[in-house]
């Protein structure tokens, strides 16, 4: 039966169960742009558009992908990635790369590095409406780069779709872009990245950066000068818009109004819309539903709380921008005391430093902990990988070392796993840092892990108990 069906007609079918399983955005976001390639016997080649692309479809979708290829292909059904990298010095340009499998069928894979070049230095700010299309200021701030914009998990997705709308503004699925999170995330940084990274690549297209609250004031004027065919027009030009914070729109119905017939006119014309906003799109209140849905027809990508490593890592780069150091244990006590946003630990570093040279005293770990006590919220407990990991071992009564050993016994097996579906949930490590962790294992068994134990939840009752006990004492802890 299978030799007469076609890769199309198979992940057609495919397609069909998973956009039963997965919300309608994830679906478009990360299902519609895969192409079948190939169908080899019982194995299916698919195209994914990036590394990411392919990381994220195996962190999030690879059970339900393992599920739905042997409905179709049978047991002994398989599923190959080709990827396609598009590289900074050759935009345009598709490579395309097998990705191997191991002897366990596991994809494995690592980040592309794509560096962007900075933009221009920063003019006065514009004026609206009256300005030739060659004279606009795209009110970018330089400092705003992807060069100084640290990747973790906590942003990877809206990142990674920064880099795509640069390389391609206007011509990607992710039009318009929702970034959208909590203050001092870098909205406004990866926003304004993505507009510098334009304007390095296509010196021809009009990038504009806009707070939104500074287009209601524009809105405004041009009513009371009677120039609001100007101010429509003017914006009717842009080839890149990045409006933020459009939470502003938010009970202002005129100016929906007409946000509504300058985003129809660009996303019509094919050009680039970039949004930041507090709040996920299905979140805001006091937007008409037309703009609402618009919000939603491109890739809405948040930004969370960074982890850990993250925040060592902005204040790692923090202070080799501004060519000082600080004892490393004093980082490592500012990245985790200060989890709150990027904006309140670049603000203790700042702080810091100030004090140092004010007082003309070297920093050490006392002194930072003196400096620092009114920046720092002093809450519960952080759970460590350290903490679940003590915990298992000594619920189920084995040594501790054996939890990172090679051993495939069966409890040292159950409670690794358990482990590792622990630390995923009850803190803020990336897959690779728990699998690094637990022996230096990489990220497809610390999701395979979590996988088992979230089956073995499912079906069987006594190790139900186990994990729901073992959390308890984890957050009395």
Same mark, same amino acid.
């Given at each position: 039966?299978?030799?007469?069906?076609?890769?199309?007609?198979?992940?057609?079918?495919?397609?069909?169960?998973?956009?039963?399983?997965?919300?309608?955005?994830?679906?478009?976001?990360?299902?519609?742009?895969?192409?079948?390639?190939?169908?080899?016997?019982?194995?299916?080649?698919?195209?994914?558009?990036?590394?990411?692309?392919?990381?994220?479809?195996?962190?999030?979708?690879?059970?339900?992908?393992?599920?739905?290829?042997?409905?179709?292909?049978?047991?002994?059904?398989?599923?190959?990635?080709?990827?396609?990298?598009?590289?900074?010095?050759?935009?345009?340009?598709?490579?395309?790369?097998?990705?191997?499998?191991?002897?366990?069928?596991?994809?494995?894979?690592?980040?592309?590095?794509? !560096?962007?070049?900075?933009?221009?230095?920063?003019?006065?700010?514009?004026?609206?409406?009256?300005?030739?299309?060659?004279?606009?200021?795209?009110?970018?701030?330089?400092?705003?780069?992807?060069?100084?914009?640290?990747?973790?998990?906590?942003?990877?997705?809206?990142?990674?779709?920064?880099?795509?709308?640069?390389?391609?503004?206007?011509?990607?699925?992710?039009?318009?872009?929702?970034?959208?999170?909590?203050?001092?995330?870098?909205?406004?940084?990866?926003?304004?990245?993505?507009?510098?990274?334009?304007?390095?690549?296509?010196?021809?297209?009009?990038?504009?950066?806009?707070?939104?609250?500074?287009?209601?004031?524009?809105?405004?004027?041009?009513?009371?000068?009677?120039?609001?065919?100007?101010?429509?027009?003017?914006?009717?030009?842009?080839?890149?818009?990045?409006?933020?914070?459009?939470?502003?729109?938010?009970?202002?119905?005129? &100016?929906?109004?007409?946000?509504?017939?300058?985003?129809?006119?660009?996303?019509?014309?094919?050009?680039?819309?970039?949004?930041?906003?507090?709040?996920?799109?299905?979140?805001?209140?006091?937007?008409?539903?037309?703009?609402?849905?618009?919000?939603?027809?491109?890739?809405?990508?948040?930004?969370?709380?960074?982890?850990?490593?993250?925040?060592?890592?902005?204040?790692?780069?923090?202070?080799?921008?501004?060519?000082?150091?600080?004892?490393?244990?004093?980082?490592?006590?500012?990245?985790?005391?200060?989890?709150?946003?990027?904006?309140?630990?670049?603000?203790?570093?700042?702080?810091?430093?100030?004090?140092?040279?004010?007082?003309?005293?070297?920093?050490?770990? !006392?002194?930072?902990?003196?400096?620092?006590?009114?920046?720092?919220?002093?809450?519960?407990?952080?759970?460590?990988?350290?903490?679940?990991?003590?915990?298992?071992?000594?619920?189920?009564?084995?040594?501790?070392?054996?939890?990172?050993?090679?051993?495939?016994?069966?409890?040292?097996?159950?409670?690794?796993?358990?482990?590792?579906?622990?630390?995923?949930?009850?803190?803020?490590?990336?897959?690779?840092?728990?699998?690094?962790?637990?022996?230096?294992?990489?990220?497809?068994?610390?999701?395979?892990?979590?996988?088992?134990?979230?089956?073995?939840?499912?079906?069987?009752?006594?190790?139900?108990?186990?994990?729901?006990?073992?959390?308890?004492?984890?957050? &009395?802890?």
């Amino acid at each position: 039966m299978i030799m007469n069906r076609t890769c199309h007609s198979v992940w057609m079918n495919c397609l069909q169960i998973i956009k039963d399983n997965v919300p309608a955005q994830s679906f478009k976001t990360w299902f519609e742009p895969i192409k079948a390639l190939k169908l080899e016997g019982n194995v299916l080649t698919i195209q994914v558009p990036s590394v990411f692309f392919y990381e994220w479809l195996e962190e999030h979708y690879v059970s339900l992908l393992r599920k739905t290829i042997k409905h179709q292909l049978g047991t002994g059904g398989r599923l190959e990635y080709n990827i396609v990298m598009e590289r900074a010095s050759e935009r345009g340009k598709g490579h395309t790369i097998n990705v191997p499998t191991n002897s366990n069928g596991e994809l494995r894979n690592h980040p592309v590095a794509m !560096p962007v070049t900075l933009g221009a230095d920063i003019k006065n700010p514009f004026v609206i409406p009256g300005l030739k299309k060659l004279n606009i200021d795209p009110q970018l701030n330089s400092k705003y780069s992807f060069d100084n914009f640290v990747e973790g998990d906590c942003n990877r997705l809206a990142r990674s779709a920064g880099f795509a709308v640069a390389a391609k503004p206007g011509g990607t699925s992710f039009n318009p872009l929702f970034i959208y999170g909590g203050a001092g995330m870098g909205k406004t940084h990866l926003a304004q990245a993505i507009g510098s990274s334009v304007k390095t690549s296509y010196a021809d297209k009009m990038v504009l950066y806009v707070q939104a609250e500074k287009f209601g004031q524009q809105f405004v004027d041009s009513l009371k000068n009677n120039t609001i065919n100007d101010f429509v027009n003017f914006y009717q030009l842009i080839d890149v818009l990045i409006m933020d914070d459009v939470q502003f729109f938010s009970g202002k119905e005129k &100016m929906q109004d007409i946000f509504f017939t300058i985003f129809n006119h660009l996303h019509t014309s094919g050009k680039q819309i970039i949004m930041t906003c507090d709040k996920a799109p299905k979140d805001l209140v006091g937007l008409e539903e037309r703009l609402l849905s618009r919000f939603k027809w491109g890739l809405s990508a948040d930004l969370q709380v960074p982890d850990l490593d993250t925040r060592i890592a902005v204040l790692n780069m923090k202070m080799r921008a501004d060519g000082i150091t600080l004892p490393h244990e004093v980082i490592e006590y500012v990245a985790h005391n200060i989890d709150n946003n990027i904006r309140e630990l670049e603000g203790a570093l700042i702080s810091l430093l100030a004090h140092s040279t004010l007082n003309r005293k070297e920093i050490d770990l !006392p002194l930072a902990k003196q400096m620092l006590k009114n920046f720092i919220k002093h809450s519960s407990k952080e759970i460590s990988m350290e903490s679940i990991q003590k915990l298992v071992c000594e619920y189920f009564e084995i040594p501790m070392e054996m939890v990172k050993s090679k051993t495939r016994k069966r409890e040292i097996v159950q409670a690794r796993q358990i482990s590792m579906y622990l630390a995923k949930n009850h803190t803020k490590a990336s897959l690779k840092t728990i699998g690094q962790f637990y022996g230096g294992r990489d990220h497809s068994t610390v999701i395979y892990a979590c996988q088992t134990v979230e089956d073995l939840i499912d079906t069987d009752k006594k190790f139900k108990n186990w994990v729901q006990d073992i959390q308890k004492k984890l957050k &009395m802890s």
